[in-house]
């Protein structure tokens, strides 16, 4: 399964944009998610928005990280760096 192509964006809540954020995919179409700032702090909440967002770029990166290093001859066999790589796109169900 494949993510929801990005770029990703956020829009405030209108009563509370310090502590509700929808992500959305640029068109403003699709919700990727809301997220409610509960127990963290302020600073913590942005960073966690701004991860979130940049997600596909990151997933985006990693495979043409990926794709170098096999054209490269590094696999799976003889580096520690492609294996971290290409679990983490497994995991992000690439």
Not at 38 to 45: A, G, I, M, N, R
Request: glycine content about 4%; overall charge positive; aromatic content about 4%.
């Amino acid at each position: 399964m494949s993510h929801t192509p990005g770029p990703w964006i956020e829009e405030r809540h209108k009563q509370e944009p310090k502590k509700i954020v929808d992500i959305r995919t640029a068109d403003g179409v699709n919700t990727i998610c809301i997220m409610f700032r509960c127990l963290v702090s302020q600073p913590e909440f942005e960073s966690n928005i701004r991860a979130i967002k940049a997600v596909p770029e990151m997933i985006d990166a990693l495979k043409a990280a990926r794709a170098q290093m096999l054209k490269a001859g590094i696999t799976h066999d003889n580096a520690d760096i492609y294996n971290t790589i290409d679990n983490a796109i497994k995991r992000a169900g690439q």
